[in-house]
């Protein structure tokens, strides 16, 4: 019973019936989740609570120029400050670049709070996917991330897309996330879940194995 009620809480799109998720970030806008996780680091585990800001600075021909803000950070409820930096998102929302003390670890941290848009309408069963290299210290990382529409579900009163996303890095030791993100009709991320493996958190000098979850709050004009 409990499966069949579940299945009937997912409206599977017919063919026709398309959303064209378009990138929500224009300049001068701010949007911020509440995030939780539950991370365990060479086996010491750890409850993390924060605020995640993304705003937009300025467009440009090939993206957006934006400021990623982690603040309110709790670490097993105490608080551990701020951490802000500087990247560049292509045209469909991927992080492309930092600039920041911790290098490129800190752009690939903050990929699976992300997520790219399709370049067309995209209805249930239709796909997409977006792969970037990045060279650091004589080595280059490639990341793929892909993209599954499972139909659409209710996020409190708003319709959302519900879309299964994978992340896969190369290397012996490159991260991988297998979630899910609820996406309105405004193409803004409503929330999302995902496990992650190798997490890199550069500020600690190591990875972890962690589960976040998003919650939006915010999403306005400076």
Known sequence: MTALIAAACVVLLAPAQKWDLKVPYEEDTVSKMAIVMEMDMDGETAAVDLIAELAIKKTTDKGFDAVITWRDIYVDDE?????????????????????????DDIRRMALPLLFVFPESPVG???????????????????????????????????DALKVEVKITESGEFGMSAEGISWVGKDGRVLKFETNVKNWPVPMAGSSADVRITGRLIKSKSR
Do not use: C, Q
């Open 79 to 103: 608080p551990m400050g701020e951490i802000s930096f500087d990247v560049t998102l292509n045209k469909r929302g991927m992080p492309v670049s930092t600039d920041s003390d911790f290098g």
């Open 124 to 158: 249930a069963g239709d796909t997409w996917s977006f792969s970037h290299e990045k060279g650091e210290g004589g080595s280059t990382v490639k990341v793929t991330m892909e993209f599954k529409v499972k139909g659409v579900e209710k996020v409190g009163e708003a």
